[in-house]
């Protein structure tokens, strides 16, 4: 399923990565391929992280654990 955002309505979405990236996840991330696709979230994770981000806007939406549950 594509995602929208809530805020401009447009499809242009990033999954938020949590945690400490490897060195190959850092390399697959600079591939043409996966540009816009992630965004890394950083290493603290809480229970009501965002799980995407727009990539137009920068607006943060959905809830990192309810995506982990499906």
Known sequence: M???CPDCKRTNIAEIMYGY????FLDEL??????GKYQLGGCCISNDDPAFSCN????????REDEENE
């Not at 990236?21 to 190959?24: A, D, G, I, L």
């Not at 600079?30 to 540009?35: L, S, Y």
């Open 2 to 4: 594509k995602e929208t």
């Open 21 to 24: 990236p490897s060195s190959k």
């Open 30 to 35: 600079k591939k043409d391929e996966n540009k």
């Open 56 to 63: 137009d806007c920068g607006f943060l939406f959905g809830n």
